[in-house]
T-cell receptor
Framework: EPEVTQTPSHQVTQMGQEVILRCVPI?????FYWYRQILGQKVEFLVS????????KSEIFDDQFSVERPDGSNFTLKIRSTKLEDSAMYFC???????????????FGPGTRLTVL | AQRVTQPEKLLSVFKGAPVELKCNYS??????LFWYVQYSRQRLQLLLR??SRESIKGFTADLNKGETSFHLKKPFAQEEDSAMYYC??????????FGAGTILRVKS
C-alpha cells in the first residue's frame, strides 16, 4: 500500500539556521499539507497546497515558513531562521481530491522531529 | 471558530470492557468529523469518518449535532486497541482541526 514518506526522521539544528523538511506524498495525490505537534500539545495545521500554490495557511505559518513542490514527487517545508519554539514533530499529509462540501481522507507521513538548540 | 475537545487524556479499561472515547466539537457550519489513531511508533492513520458510517475494527462513532459530539465506541476492548486516539474536524477548506488526543490503555 502506498505511503507518505518523510525525511529525515530527526533533524537537529542551531537556532537561526535554515532547515528543509522533505516529504514524498502518495503519487497520485493532488493536495498536500503540513501539520506540526509541539511536545505535549495538539496537532496543528500549518498549510495546504494544491496546484503549485498555497490554498490555505494558519497564523503559525508566517514569513519564516515556505513550501515548495520542486519536482513531481517531493513536497518541502522550509523554515528560514529557526527559533527554539519551532521544535516540534512535523507531519506531512496528502489527499487525492477535494470535493466541494466534503473532505477527502488525508494520509499522514511518519513525521520529522525537529529539535532547535 | 473550529475547536475539538477530548476531555480525557487517558482512558484505562480492562480487556473485554466497553470503551467510549469522548469528543465534542465547536463549529458553526456542517462539519466533517474523523477519528485518527496512532499506534506506538506508527503514523497517524484514519480510523473512521462520520460520513462513511462504517465500523472499523469494531469501533463506531455517531455524529450528534444536537450535542455537538462524535464519541468513539467499542463494545469489547482488545489489548491491540491500546493507542492514542485523535478526534478531528474539517470545516471550510480542507484543513483538519485536531483534539488533544486520548490515550487508550487496555489492560489484560
Amino acid at each position: 500500500e502506498p505511503e507518505v514518506t518523510q525525511t529525515p526522521s530527526h533533524q537537529v539544528t542551531q537556532m537561526g539556521q535554515e532547515v528543509i523538511l522533505r516529504c514524498v506524498p502518495i503519487s497520485n495525490h493532488l493536495y498536500f499539507y503540513w501539520y506540526r505537534q509541539i511536545l505535549g500539545q495538539k496537532v496543528e495545521f500549518l498549510v495546504s497546497f494544491y496546484n503549485n500554490e498555497i490554498s490555505e495557511k494558519s497564523e503559525i505559518f508566517d514569513d519564516q515558513f515556505s513550501v515548495e513542490r520542486p519536482d513531481g514527487s517531493n513536497f518541502t517545508l522550509k523554515i528560514r531562521s529557526t527559533k527554539l519554539e519551532d521544535s516540534a514533530m512535523y507531519f506531512c499529509a496528502s489527499s487525492d481530491s477535494w470535493v466541494e462540501d466534503s473532505t477527502d481522507t488525508q494520509y499522514f507521513g511518519p513525521g520529522t522531529r525537529l529539535t532547535v538548540l | 471558530a473550529q475547536r475539538v475537545t477530548q476531555p480525557e487524556k487517558l482512558l484505562s479499561v480492562f480487556k473485554g470492557a466497553p470503551v467510549e472515547l469522548k469528543c465534542n466539537y465547536s463549529y458553526s457550519g456542517s462539519p466533517e468529523l474523523f477519528w485518527y489513531v496512532q499506534y506506538s511508533r506508527q503514523r497517524l492513520q484514519l480510523l473512521l469518518r462520520h460520513i462513511s458510517r462504517e465500523s472499523i475494527k469494531g469501533f463506531t462513532a455517531d455524529l450528534n449535532k444536537g450535542e455537538t459530539s462524535f464519541h468513539l465506541k467499542k463494545p469489547f476492548a482488545q489489548e491491540e486497541d491500546s493507542a492514542m486516539y485523535y478526534c478531528a474536524l474539517s470545516g471550510y477548506g480542507n484543513k483538519l482541526v485536531f483534539g488533544a488526543g486520548t490515550i487508550l490503555r487496555v489492560k489484560s
